[in-house]
């Protein structure tokens, strides 16, 4: 578990917190969503998960490893994985298979191990056609997932997304939103998707809407479609499938279920209409 715990965090020279007294707790395996509005404190949490950042007050705990303490850093730093926005800061090597090895190497790990776990994480990418290639000649899309296999080499329990396919075509985000949902299928790493798109949020199993700094609200987003005023509020605005489903109600269509996506509104639907 990641345990967040009266976390404040003021940058150099700010005079308003990028967080504040903020407590929250991520179970192992889950699908955490975290959105809100820019500037509202998204990418500073990002950073205290693995130690990044420290609070200034409070403390946070990785599977009870205290991020300020220096020793546990390293084991911090692999078991909390991270991808940014933008992937060209985190590729290193000359090849692929070199940019994954990088980590690795540093980790001390047997020349047979690092083979093994380069192989597996440019496959479980769909990158192991182009281990040989230099990064900079890859696709966006393709250095997206090239940063992602370093971060699954390391084995991590979790794996922070912020904003990592916000630079994306909708086919690529896709495909890397999809990969990552396999492997927490597979492999149970917990998955932290940091997002301003609503619409990848609520496919989340929790959500949490960060304004100036704390949590504004959390929930299932299958309650989000009675948050209409809040999200507002937040300025941020219902997805398009739970904002039709709401309407839908709305004009005495009766839906079953709280759709959160295109094929549970139709499969709603459908049972309405083979009804009839
Ligand atoms: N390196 C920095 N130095 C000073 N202020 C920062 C820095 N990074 C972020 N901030 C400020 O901290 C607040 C939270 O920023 P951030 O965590 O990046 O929000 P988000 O990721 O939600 O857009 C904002 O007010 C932002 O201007
Ligand atoms: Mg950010």
Redesign the pocket.
Known sequence: MIAIQGAT?I????T????ENLNLAIEPGEFLAIT????????????LLNGLLRPLEGRVLVDGMDTSDDTALITIRRRVGMVFQDPDNQLVAATVAEDVAFGLENLGLPPAEIRKRVDLALKSVGLENLAARPPHLLSGGQKQRLALAGVLAMEPRYLVL??ATAMLDPVAREEILEQVLRLRREQGIAVIL?T?LMEEAIRADRMLI?KF?RIFWQGSPREISHQERLLAAAGLRLPAVIALAKSLRQGGIKLATNPVCVEELARALWKLASRE
């Not at 308003?16 to 967080?19: E, N, R, T, Y």
């Open positions: 965090f940058y150099p020279g700010a308003v917190p990028a967080l809100g509005p820019n500037g509202s404190g998204k990418s500073t949490l990002a950073r912020d904003e940091i301003h960060m700094g």
